[in-house]
């Protein structure tokens, strides 16, 4: 697909990176428009995830360029990453589980002082009237679903122009899914970029605007999500067979 430089917020231009030895992306290239929902697809293996980590300074660049808005961002640090407005919500449950959901969100705001996260804490909890009920409950003591939202609401404190968010239902209801997908909608409304890792293609394809099909590290395919929902191949593009459906 042709994203304008101007529609453009995140670019990976011919990128290397992976880990120690063994690369994962090979000369992989794309864009991502700014305020949409780019879902990234494929087999195990492909480097899906690589690419969240390598945009958030987990992983450094072997070769090319990471770019947010035109200015290049490769090698950056995380703190770094974090002031220039990239959040990241990674796989798993990663909270404080002793701690109250207000603290975990004040530890979320770190970054920013603890008059700014306080300021910043009751116009998240606007997203998760749920969570809201149960500031003063131990974060281990929400549901599955609550503590995602906990989570992602931690990232929004830091009002990031780009969210990336790995796998969000993994461990959820359906239902629960469904809520964080229509947040994640809610937010690219705002204008907020989201580039997402998600195993339940497609459920994730029905909320996302773009998807971009990875193989072996490398992009096969970048269309509208709702070109690929229609696609008969789609079965095979998802169990690896993305470069012959693409040929």
Avoid: W
């Avoid at 990663?94 to 975990?104: A, D, H, I, R």
């Avoid at 996302?208 to 990875?214: G, Q, R, Y």
């Amino acid at each position: 697909m042709n994203t304008s430089a101007q529609d453009t917020c995140i670019e990976f231009d011919d990128v290397v990176s992976g880990y120690k030895d063994f690369m994962i992306l090979n000369n992989l290239s794309f864009k991502a428009r700014r305020g949409a929902i780019t879902l990234l697809i494929g087999p195990n293996g492909a480097g899906k995830s690589t690419v969240l980590k390598t945009l958030f300074g987990m992983l450094k660049p072997r070769q090319g360029r990471v770019l947010l808005n035109g200015k290049d961002i490769s090698g950056a640090s995380q703190k770094d990453l974090l002031a220039q407005g990239i959040a990241f919500v990674p796989q798993g449950r990663n909270l404080f589980g002793q701690l109250s959901v207000y603290e975990n969100l004040e530890l979320g705001g770190i970054t920013l002082g603890m008059k700014t996260t306080h300021e910043r804490i009751p116009e998240v909890l606007e997203f998760f009237p749920r969570v809201k009920e149960r500031l003063h409950s131990r974060a281990s003591a929400l549901s599955g679903g609550e503590q995602k939202q906990l989570e992602i609401g931690r990232a929004l404190l830091l009002r990031p122009q780009v969210l990336l968010i790995d796998e969000p239902s993994i461990g959820l209801s359906p239902m629960v899914v469904q809520d964080v997908f229509k947040l994640l909608r809610r937010l690219a409304a705002q204008g907020t970029t989201v580039l997402m890792v998600e195993q339940n293609v497609k459920s994730a394809l029905a909320f996302s605007d773009e998807a971009i099909a990875l193989e072996s590290g490398r992009l096969v395919l970048h269309k509208p999500a709702a070109q690929i929902l229609a696609d008969p191949q789609m079965e095979r593009l998802f169990l690896g067979g993305a470069h012959a459906a693409v040929v």
